[in-house]
C-alpha cells in the first residue's frame, strides 16, 4: 500500500488523473473530487466535497457496496484498471452509467485515504499516460527483480538520468550501498504477502553526478486479477532539504543545551498548558528537584508561591500572545524545601513550522542575593536620609514639639517608614506622652503609650523605655507582646524599632518607627538609628536649657505665671486676632491688686504671703479662661489677665465678675487659717482705649489705681463705661427678681387671612409688668439672651402660651394656633426637643402651638438645626422663619428646612410703597416661598395701602396694627369671641 503520500501530492495529482477521480476518507466520505469524475456523474464544481460516495450507486446496489467497502476497509490493496471491478454508477439526473474503476490505498501526513478512479468503458489508457508524464513526484515501474520499465520526467530529474538511461538501470544502481539491503528486504516482504501491498521509508539515493539526496520512497506491488504479483510501482519524493534541516536543528538543539547546560541561568520551556518541556540543570541545582519529577509538571503548580501564581498566569498568557510588556519581568520561585528565589525572566514565544505559538523559552537569572543587595542599600540610604533631614532639623527647630513632629514627618515621607510617633516621659508620674505621630491616629498611640507607662509594660517602647537601648520586632506576626497588635497590623505594620531618647543617665522620650516589611534592621542600620536617636536627644537637651533661660526671662519665678514682658507679648495676639475678625472685635485687659496683702505679710510672715500668690496662680492654671489668655502677675500683689468680650461694657463686667469669682471666691489656707481675699480691678477696652499692649495695660493700671482710691470695687478707664456697666448689672439683678416674682405676661397680636380676613392665628408676645410700668421688649430682650435668663423666660413664655390655647379650647372658641418666639439659646440646648414635648403634653391634642425662629438662627449651625427643626416638626409643630429678608439664608438649604411659613420682616413691609427695592423683595420672598410651598406672613401692616398691594401680591397672611395691637389674654379672648 501507498503510504505517507503528503497532502499536496495527493491535491496535484487529482486534477491531472486521466479519469474521474475520487479521494475517499475510510468511512466512504468524499474528501476531493476531480472535475471529470463531476462531469461523468452531472454534478457541478465541488458538489461532491463531503458526501458519501454511495451516492455515485444506484439504490438496489447500495447493500452490496457497503459489503464491499467493509471489506476493503480490512484488506486495502490496489486494483487496477482492467482488474474486473465493472460497475453501475448512478448520475445526479438519475440514469445509470457503466464504469470501470481502479482502487489505489494512499496515506498522507492527514490519514488514510483510497483513490478512486473512474473511466467510461470507452476511454483510452492515453489519459493516464499524460497523468504519469505530468506528476510532481518521481514515479517509477520495476519489475519482480527490480529493473526499471518505465519512469516519468519527475524521477529523471530527481536522478540525473535520461529516461533511456534510466531503462538500463536497477534498484541497484541508484540505492545507496547502506540502504539497497533495506530496499531488496521490503520488496521481499511485499511478494511474500501478508496482507501488506505497499511499504515505505526514508532511504538515500545515489544521483548520477555522484551526489546522495535523501528521498521518501513509497513502493507498491501491483498483482494480476488471480492475485499473482505483477510489477512494482515507486513513488519518490525528494526530501533532501527537510533532512538537512532536521539535521542542523538537532546539532543547533544539541549545541543549545550543550551551552544551557554550562551557564548559571535558568533554561525553561513551557507548552501552551505551562507544563514543562525542557529545563536545563542549574534549574535543578538551584530548586532541589530532579528532573523525572519537573518534566511534564504544571510550572504554576509546582514552583510559584500561591499568592503570585495568579499574577504570573496572567503574564504568561500575555506570552502567548506576544505582547511586548511580558518579554521581561520578575517573580519569586519556590524551591523544594519552601525557599523563596527571586528570577528575572527574558521570554519569547516557540512557533510550529506553520507559524502558531506552541509555548515559550525563558531564560532566568537567579537575582535573589543582588536584589537583597540592592534592598539593603536602599535601606541604609533611607536612615541616611532622615539622618541627614533630622540633622538639618535640629539646627533651626525651635522647640521639642516641632522637632519630634518634623521628625516623624522625615521619617516617614522620606525614610520610607510607614508610620512614626514620638513620646516624652513626664518626670513626675514617669508616664509617657505623645506628643507627634505621622501616619497613625492619635487615638491609636494613646493607647500604646498609656499600656506602655504601665510599671509592667510590654512590647518595644515600654522595652526602649526600661533598658534605655533600642528594642526591635522584626515580625510583628511572631510577636505576642506587642499592646495593640491587630490595630497596629491593620495599619500594615510588620516591623517595629522603639529607639529611647535618653539624657544624661535618664530616657526622656521615645521615637517609636514601623516598617511595612519584616526584618527591617541590620547591624549596620541600627548603628545608624543610634546615632539619629542620639542626635535627637542632644537637640532634646539643648532645647531644654535654652526653654529654661527664655522661660526665666518671661515668667514670674515664685509663680511660674507669665510676667510683664510675656503678658504684653499675650495683648499682642489678643489685638491682631481681634483686627482679623470680619467685623472687628473688643477685647478687654484687666489688671487687679489683691486687697489687704502688705497686712497679710505682716501678720502671717512673707512665706504665708508667697504661699497666697502661688495659690492664686495653681487657682489660674487650673481653670484658665475661655477665650483668653492665662494670668500673669505685673507687680508684687498685681496681677492681670486678657478677655476677649463684646464691646458692651455689662458683658465684660460679667465675664470679669464671674473670672474673678473663679479666683478669689474660695478662702485660701495660708498658716492654718482660711483667709479671704478680694481684689480691685481696672480695666482697659480695645480698641477704645488703646490699640497697642502698653497702652491698653498703662490704662488698665490707672483704672486700678482709681478704683482703689475711690473705693469702686472695678473701674473701667472711661467713667462712662463703668455707669453704663453698673446700669446693666442692676437691670440684670432687677430681671432676674421679675422671674423669680412672677412679673413676665403674655400679649396676644392677631394673624389675618387676607384671602378672607379671618383670624387664623395668634403671636405670643413677652411683656415685663414693672413697678414703674410696662418694660418694652427691646430693654430687656437682649440682655436675657446676653445673660442666659432667656432659657428661664422662654420655658416659662412656652408653657403658658400652651396653657392659654387649652383654656380658649376649653371655651369652645375657634380653634387658632398660637407662635411662640424661641431663642437661639433655647434651640441650641440639647433638652429642648423633650423640653417641648414635655410643655404639649399639658395642653391640646393635636397641638396648637407653632415657634417662630429668626432666619439667622437657623442659618447658624445649618445641619444640626434641620435635624432639631424635623423633631420639632414630628411633634405637630409648625415652624416659621421670623424676620425673613434680614439674614443669610441659601436657596439650597432652603429648601431643605422642615418649615411651614416665611414672615417678612416689618422694616421692608413699611418702606415697600416708597421704595421700589423693597418692593422688589417682598414680591420676590413671596414668589419664592410659594414656589416651596410656603405660606406667607407680613409683619408690621399699618395701613389699608400696605394690606391692598400684599393682598395682589398674593401674600397669605399679615399681622400689624392695621387690625390689632398686641393685647392681654382676656382682651384677646374677647376679640376671638367676637368673631362670625
Same mark, same amino acid.
Given at each position: ?269 513551557? #507548552? ?35 499568592? %503570585? ?88 527647630? @525651635? ?88 490595630? %497596629? ?120 504671703? &508667697? ?100 473705693? #469702686? ?58 413697678? &414703674? ?40 372658641? @375657634? ?140 401674600? &397669605? ?10 393685647? @392681654? ?12
Amino acid at each position: 500500500m501507498l503510504r505517507s503520500i503528503p497532502r499536496e501530492a495527493l491535491r496535484e495529482l487529482l486534477p491531472c488523473m486521466p479519469d474521474g477521480a475520487l479521494l475517499v476518507a475510510t468511512d466512504g466520505t468524499i474528501v476531493q473530487a476531480n472535475s471529470l469524475v463531476e462531469q461523468l456523474f452531472g454534478y457541478g464544481p465541488g458538489e461532491l466535497q463531503s458526501r458519501p460516495m454511495a451516492l455515485l450507486v444506484p439504490e438496489r446496489l447500495r447493500e452490496a457496496h457497503a459489503r464491499h467497502v467493509s471489506h476493503y476497509s480490512r484488506d486495502p490493496v490496489v486494483r487496477r484498471m482492467g482488474a474486473g471491478l465493472d460497475l453501475i454508477g448512478l448520475r445526479n439526473d438519475g440514469a445509470e452509467i457503466p464504469v470501470e474503476i481502479s482502487l489505489y490505498p494512499v496515506e498522507s501526513t492527514e490519514g488514510r485515504f483510497t483513490l478512486v478512479a473512474f473511466r467510461d468503458i470507452s476511454q483510452s489508457e492515453a489519459r493516464y499516460r499524460a497523468v504519469f508524464e505530468q506528476v510532481g513526484v518521481g514515479v517509477v515501474h520495476s519489475n519482480r527483480e527490480g529493473r526499471f520499465l518505465n519512469v516519468n520526467p519527475k524521477f529523471c530529474d530527481i536522478s540525473g538520468y535520461t529516461r533511456a538511461e534510466a531503462l538500463t538501470l536497477g534498484i541497484e544502481d541508484l540505492a545507496h550501498p547502506d540502504d539497497l539491503g533495506p530496499a531488496l528486504e521490503a520488496r521481499s516482504q511485499l511478494f511474500a504477502g501478508g496482507g501488506a501491498s505497499s511499504s515505505e521509508r526514508d532511504a538515500r539515493l545515489v544521483r548520477k553526478d555522484g551526489n546522495v539526496l535523501w528521498t521518501h520512497i513509497t513502493t507498491s506491488l501491483v498483482r494480476g486479477t488471480t492475485g499473482d504479483p505483477l510489477h512494482f510501482i515507486t513513488v519518490i519524493q525528494d526530501i533532501s532539504a527537510q533532512k538537512r534541516a532536521a539535521d542542523e536543528r538537532r546539532e543547533s538543539e544539541r549545541r543549545f543545551s550543550h551551552l544551557l547546560q554550562n551557564v548559571e541561568l535558568v533554561a525553561l520551556m513551557l #507548552d501552551r498548558d505551562a507544563r514543562i518541556t525542557y529545563c536545563n540543570d542549574y534549574l535543578l541545582h538551584l530548586t532541589g528537584w530532579s528532573r523525572e519529577a519537573v518534566v511534564g509538571r504544571n510550572w504554576f503548580d509546582s514552583f510559584l508561591p500561591p499568592e %503570585t501564581a495568579p499574577g504570573m498566569r496572567e503574564v504568561f498568557q500575555s506570552l502567548l500572545a506576544d505582547i511586548p510588556e511580558a518579554w521581561h519581568h520578575e517573580n519569586e520561585i519556590l524551591t523544594r524545601l519552601g525557599e523563596r528565589r527571586l528570577v528575572r525572566w527574558n521570554n519569547s514565544v516557540l512557533r510550529s513550522v506553520d507559524g502558531d505559538v506552541i509555548g515559550i523559552a525563558t531564560i532566568g537569572e537567579d537575582i535573589t542575593e543582588q536584589h537583597a543587595a540592592q534592598e539593603r542599600i536602599r535601606r541604609l540610604n533611607r536612615v541616611y536620609a532622615v539622618l541627614s533631614d533630622i540633622n538639618a532639623l535640629i539646627v533651626r527647630a @525651635p522647640d521639642r514639639q516641632q522637632l519630634l513632629r518634623e521628625a516623624c514627618r522625615i521619617a516617614v515621607d522620606e525614610g520610607g517608614f510607614s508610620l512614626a510617633w514620638a513620646a516624652l516621659v513626664d518626670p513626675v508620674t514617669m508616664a509617657l506622652r505623645p506628643v507627634a505621630w505621622e501616619g497613625v491616629s492619635e487615638d491609636l498611640v494613646l493607647r500604646i503609650a498609656r499600656a506602655a507607662s504601665a510599671p509592667d509594660g510590654q512590647g518595644p517602647v515600654a522595652k526602649a523605655i526600661r533598658e534605655r537601648k533600642p528594642a526591635i520586632v522584626n515580625d510583628l506576626e511572631d510577636e505576642s507582646t506587642i499592646v495593640e497588635k491587630a490595630a %497596629t497590623l491593620a495599619l500594615g505594620t510588620r516591623a517595629i524599632v522603639a529607639l529611647p531618647l535618653v539624657v544624661g543617665d535618664a530616657a526622656v522620650g521615645v521615637l517609636s518607627l514601623h516598617s511595612r516589611e519584616p526584618d527591617v534592621v541590620d547591624d549596620e542600620e541600627l548603628k545608624l538609628l543610634l546615632e539619629l536617636a542620639g542626635d535627637i536627644s542632644f537637640a532634646l537637651d539643648h532645647l531644654e536649657k535654652a526653654d529654661r533661660v527664655t522661660y526665666l526671662a518671661l515668667h514670674d519665678s515664685l509663680t511660674g505665671l507669665p510676667n510683664r514682658t510675656q503678658f504684653a507679648g499675650h495683648i499682642e495676639q489678643a489685638i491682631a486676632a481681634a483686627a482679623e475678625r470680619a467685623n472687628g472685635g473688643h477685647l478687654a485687659v484687666i489688671v487687679f491688686d489683691l486687697e489687704r496683702f502688705r497686712a497679710i505679710n505682716a501678720t502671717l510672715g512673707r512665706q504665708a504671703g &508667697d504661699e497666697l500668690l502661688t495659690q492664686v496662680a495653681a487657682r489660674a492654671r487650673a481653670d484658665a479662661p475661655e477665650g483668653g489668655a492665662s494670668l500673669a502677675r505685673t507687680g508684687p500683689d498685681q496681677f492681670a489677665f486678657v478677655l476677649a468680650a463684646g464691646g458692651a461694657s455689662e458683658v465684660i463686667a460679667r465675664r470679669i465678675e464671674s473670672r474673678m469669682q473663679q479666683l478669689l471666691g474660695a478662702p485660701f489656707p495660708l498658716s492654718g487659717t482660711d483667709v479671704r481675699v478680694s481684689a480691685k480691678m481696672g480695666i482697659a477696652v480695645y480698641p477704645d482705649d488703646g490699640t497697642d499692649a502698653d497702652v491698653l495695660l498703662r490704662n488698665a493700671e490707672a483704672a486700678v489705681s482709681n478704683a482703689k482710691a475711690s473705693g #469702686d470695687r472695678y473701674l473701667f478707664f472711661t467713667r462712662e463705661m463703668t455707669t453704663r456697666a453698673a446700669e446693666n448689672l442692676a437691670l440684670e439683678n432687677q430681671l432676674r427678681a421679675a422671674l423669680e416674682h412672677h412679673e413676665f405676661v403674655l400679649h396676644y397680636q392677631a394673624r389675618i387671612e387676607l384671602r378672607t380676613m379671618q383670624m387664623k392665628g395668634v403671636e405670643a408676645l413677652l411683656r415685663w409688668e414693672h413697678r &414703674d410700668g410696662l418694660v418694652p421688649p427691646s430693654r430687656f430682650i437682649a440682655l436675657m439672651e446676653e445673660t442666659g435668663l432667656i432659657l428661664e423666660a422662654g420655658r416659662w413664655a412656652l408653657s403658658q402660651a400652651v396653657a392659654d390655647h387649652a383654656r380658649w379650647t376649653a371655651l369652645g372658641l @375657634p380653634d387658632v394656633r398660637v407662635a411662640v418666639n424661641i431663642s437661639s439659646l433655647q434651640l441650641r440646648q440639647r433638652g429642648f426637643v423633650a423640653e417641648l414635648r414635655e410643655a404639649l403634653a399639658r395642653g391640646t391634642d393635636p397641638p396648637g402651638i407653632d415657634l417662630e425662629i429668626t432666619e439667622s438662627l437657623v442659618m447658624e449651625s445649618i445641619e444640626e438645626n434641620i435635624d432639631t427643626l424635623k423633631a420639632i416638626r414630628d411633634l405637630g409643630v409648625n415652624i416659621a422663619i421670623d424676620d425673613f429678608g434680614t439674614g443669610y439664608s441659601s436657596l439650597a438649604y432652603l429648601a431643605r428646612l422642615p418649615v411651614a411659613s416665611l414672615k417678612i420682616d416689618r422694616v421692608f413691609i413699611s418702606s415697600m410703597l416708597d421704595d421700589p427695592n423693597a418692593m422688589s423683595l417682598v414680591q420676590t420672598v413671596i414668589s419664592l416661598a410659594h414656589s416651596l410651598r410656603l405660606k406667607v406672613i407680613a409683619e408690621g401692616v399699618e395701613s389699608e395701602d400696605q394690606a391692598k398691594v400684599l393682598r395682589l401680591l398674593r401674600c &397669605d397672611e399679615i399681622q400689624g396694627f392695621l387690625f390689632s395691637r398686641p393685647v @392681654p389674654f382676656e382682651e384677646m379672648t374677647a376679640l376671638l369671641q367676637s368673631r362670625p
